[in-house]
């Protein structure tokens, strides 16, 4: 049963316009969430978190709500540039085991 | 400072044969992890060292997977005998510390091919 579920496994989003990813989790013993981005033939590389104490975190042109009684994560990339053309994951941990549950993944493209 | 490294980047191996990844962690990282991404699913954890320790090995398959990191340092995995459910892209990371606001950093992967 998968815990960290990202149901859209592409996007397509134009040059400068905002891309958003999403997330969705099941386990309300999460208490603290990441997104990795993913270039090909690399390993993931750490782009932003959330503690459960926030519900937003900024970091340039990334954003990450989260809004708790949803269950419910998402990235926000403003404005949108060819290198962020990625696979994006998200992650989720709880403070019992520190143990990062991934999700399977979405495929950002963003078009010149 | 030299990121997280692996070897080899990519292998394959016929049904029933052993294959040894090896890991290298960043310089002072006591805290190494293994995961596996079969193709198009999760990232899926395996296991977690703390130095030479075998802290979380609840993700680890079966039996035909053993890990070590012998004084510490680098690590292995070893798949043995290799079944064609084995074949995925096995990452690993590492971090200073085992807490999750402190960042994983992952190598680039092994790409395992089991025929």
């Known amino acids: 049963d998968q815990q960290v579920k990202q149901n859209s496994p592409s996007l397509s989003v134009q040059e400068g316009r905002i891309s958003i990813l999403n997330c969705d989790y099941t386990?309300?013993?999460?208490?603290?969430f990441l997104w990795y981005k993913k270039y090909p033939a690399e390993g993931p590389t750490f782009l932003i978190s959330?503690?459960?104490?926030?519900d937003k975190n900024e970091d340039g042109r990334f954003t990450v709500f989260l809004n708790k009684s949803a269950k419910h994560l998402s990235l926000h990339i403003v404005p949108s540039q060819p290198g962020d053309s990625a696979v994006y994951f998200c992650?989720?941990?709880?403070?019992?085991?520190?143990?990062?549950?991934f999700g399977t993944g979405t495929r950002l493209k963003v078009l010149a | 400072e030299a990121g997280v490294t692996q070897f080899p980047s990519h292998s394959v191996i016929e049904k029933g044969q052993t294959v040894t990844l090896r890991c290298d962690p960043i310089?002072?990282?006591?805290?190494l992890y293994w995961y596996r991404r079969v193709m198009g699913k999760e990232i899926k954890f395996l296991l977690h060292?703390?130095?030479?320790?075998?802290?979380?090995e609840s993700g680890m398959p079966n039996n035909r997977f053993l890990a070590e990191r012998t004084g510490g340092t680098y690590s292995t995995l070893k798949v043995q005998p290799a079944e064609l459910e084995d074949s995925g892209v096995y990452f690993c990371?590492?971090?200073?510390?085992?807490?999750?606001?402190?960042?994983?950093?992952f190598g680039p992967g092994t790409r395992l091919l089991v025929l």
């Open positions: 310089s002072g990282h006591d805290n």
């Open positions: 990371a590492s971090s200073q510390e085992h807490n999750p606001w402190m960042t994983q950093y």
């Open positions: 060292f703390v130095k030479e320790s075998k802290q979380d």
């Open positions: 959330i503690s459960s104490i926030k």
């Open positions: 992650a989720a941990s709880d403070s019992g085991t520190y143990k990062y549950i």
């Open positions: 386990n309300s013993m999460f208490d603290y």
